[in-house]
């Protein structure tokens, strides 16, 4: 064959592939519009688009024989035609930004035109979250506190953030409530307070704000004993705290804080009892109270008393200057209990009946004159508080019987110490029975076969050697009856202030034990209550709450005591 026939036969190859790309690139160019349409044809890709509130770009081919004009009746929307590889293929890339104030959904409409032919494009994005305060029915609180009923319109859905003592009432979060109230916890500070209501869109950063300013409460009057005690619900210690040797946190405590204690009252307690050592932060020499140290304490009893809460603040163990010193009278003991209760009594005269003092905690033996000792030690403790004037003048006070035993009690304590006033003492006792159960750490701490017990009551033992042998329902009952025969039906108050059992852990059946346990707890609580007294679960760093977040760690131990007292 001649040289021209090859020539001839490589330039139709040429050709068929030039055409062959062509049609290649102009198919590439329609891959997210609809396929088929002649080419030449005006066309665009798309009709309809739709954007989230958050905006956004999508991308739109269009055919036309000239560069498309393009327009828009948004400012919302931008837009930008670029050429594709084919001659006449467009890309449209269509913007839309974040809608962050139309409250319903937006629209707008495109055109594109080649001239001769026009198209639409119809384009909607969803609402923007929005969030207007209305109304608010009172920014002035009374001191004893309310209901405020606010009223925000919004199409999302919000979320209140106010301080421990604002609470929101109504928690509905459906879009059909627009009004929620917000109930006002009495003002105990003795300051006015202001607190800022935040409300929050959820998933955005759009809030409003407002202000609520509380009056002071007016002081609580003047109440007996009796009256108080008709006032308890559930009591629990803040212990290892205050009074720990070395400071607030040397024994693993966080320092107290609003959190905790706002989980206290919110888990339902009413009363707290704050112990509290005094010549650990004195000059022993002069028996002078630090300042600082005193300054911490009233701020920690502002902040319990600011909850509504009833607050027992005492003298506890301090080195033992008392309870060391107990198998009779000593006139320095004496003398250190009348210096320290003086400071005390004068810089907490002016706090109303939510505070009560207590004189000591675990002193006293049982002896006659260990027990006369104790009751002198108490009566100093009266006449030093009445003394001091103010609120002291008839505030409610607590002695305690010898070690704080319920059967010393009966035994030394049915004369109580004298008070110029009538009606304002109550009696305190402790229960950790049975002790190898409560509070024994280890097996034989106490005697030759002695083993530590972790399973208390009738429906929990397991026929081993961890079942309790005494102490137990019928035990109990008659130790809760006891006290009531011979205080509480002749009209004197008596306060639990210490009970409660070791939680064990890495032991067999250990589900078993915490069940056992939370049900120890309850029943205990339950029989005081129906006795008349007055029970302070024990409560040290990391059992009952985290103490640093105030959250619950021991949930089915606190369900089973405030159960168990209502």
Known sequence: MSANFYLCMKNLLFNILLLMSVFCLTACGDSNDEPGKDGGEFFVGKTELAYSR??????????????????????????????????????????????????????????????????????????????????????????????????????GTYSVDAPAWIKLVDDSRALASQTFELQVAPNRSGTVREGSVVVSLDGTDVSVSFTLTQAVAAPLESMTAKEISEQFVMGINIGNTLEAIGGETAWGAARINEDYINSIKESGFNFVRLPVAWYNHCDKSTLKIDDAWMSRVREVVDLIVAHDLYVIMNIHWDEGWMELNIDSYDSEVDNIQRTLWTQIAENFKTYDAHLIFAGANEAGKDTQSSADALKTYMQTFIDVVRASGGNNTDRVLVVQAPSTNFDLAVKYCLT??????????????????????????????????????????????????????????????????????????????VIIGEFGATRRSNIDNLQKHLDSRAYYHGYLVKSARRNGLMPFYWDTPGDMFNRATGSVIDRQNLDAMIESAR
């Open 416 to 493: 109580l110490p004298a008070d110029v006033v009538p009606d304002r003492l109550m009696l305190e006792v402790h229960y950790y029975d049975p002790s190898d159960f409560c509070i024994m750490s280890k097996d034989n701490e106490w005697g030759s076969d002695c083993p530590v017990k972790y399973f208390w009551g009738k429906d929990y033992h397991t026929g081993t050697k961890r079942d309790c042998t005494w102490g137990e329902e019928d035990y109990l009952d008659s130790k809760m009856a006891l006290i009531k025969t011979n205080f509480i039906d002749r009209g004197i108050p």
């Open 54 to 155: 958050e905006g956004g770009s999508q991308e739109i081919n269009v055919r036309s024989s000239v560069e498309p004009r393009v327009s828009v009746d948004a400012p919302w929307v931008t837009y930008s035609v670029a050429r594709r590889g084919s001659a006449d293929i467009y890309a449209l890339t269509v913007n839309v930004a974040a809608n962050d104030a139309d409250f319903d959904d937006r629209t707008a409409v495109m055109t594109v035109t080649d001239g001769s032919s026009t198209a639409t494009i119809n384009i909607k994005q969803t609402y923007a979250l929005g969030l207007e305060l209305k109304s608010v029915s009172a920014t002035d609180i009374d001191g004893e506190g309310g209901r405020v009923t606010v009223t925000v319109a919004t199409n």
